[in-house]
Nanobody, 123 residues
Framework: HVQLVESGGGSVQPGGSLTLSCVVN????????MGWFRQPTGKDYEGVAS????????NYADFVKGRFTISRDSAKKTLYLRMNRLNTEDTGRYYC?????????????????WGQGTQVTVS
């Protein structure tokens, strides 16, 4: 069983930065992909970034490329999302997710485990 716990959300002015963290508890050796997703109010989930922990490959949504960075600390079992140059369209609830078998990407439908999310407000 895998549990994901996000933190680091908050309110920030446009142009500001935040770093989200996601602690992964439980059996993690079978996880082959971890990602960040967001859900703006009243909208569907959007894939933000993903990371293949075995090969280090990353994927980013076009709207965050050059601004956001996904990374992990394997010793701390923690996934991070560094967000720079935030704008109002980045407002939403951000979720950490993980999956086992299969490919790695930013399609939320392929992920098995989800955290409760952390709110990010840019205004």
């Amino acid at each position: 069983h895998v549990q994901l716990v996000e933190s680091g959300g908050g309110s920030v002015q446009p142009g500001g930065s935040l770093t989200l963290s996601c602690v992964v508890n439980g059996t993690t050796t079978s996880l082959n992909c971890m990602g960040w997703f967001r859900q703006p109010t009243g909208k569907d989930y959007e894939g933000v970034a993903s990371l293949d922990p075995f090969h280090g490959a990353t994927n980013y949504a076009d709207f965050v490329k050059g601004r956001f960075t996904i990374s992990r600390d394997s010793a701390k079992k923690t996934l991070y999302l560094r967000m720079n140059r935030l704008n109002t369209e980045d407002t939403g609830r951000y979720y950490c997710a993980a999956k086992g078998a299969g490919g790695c990407g930013i399609d939320p439908l392929i992920f098995d485990y989800w955290g409760q999310g952390t709110q990010v407000t840019v205004s």
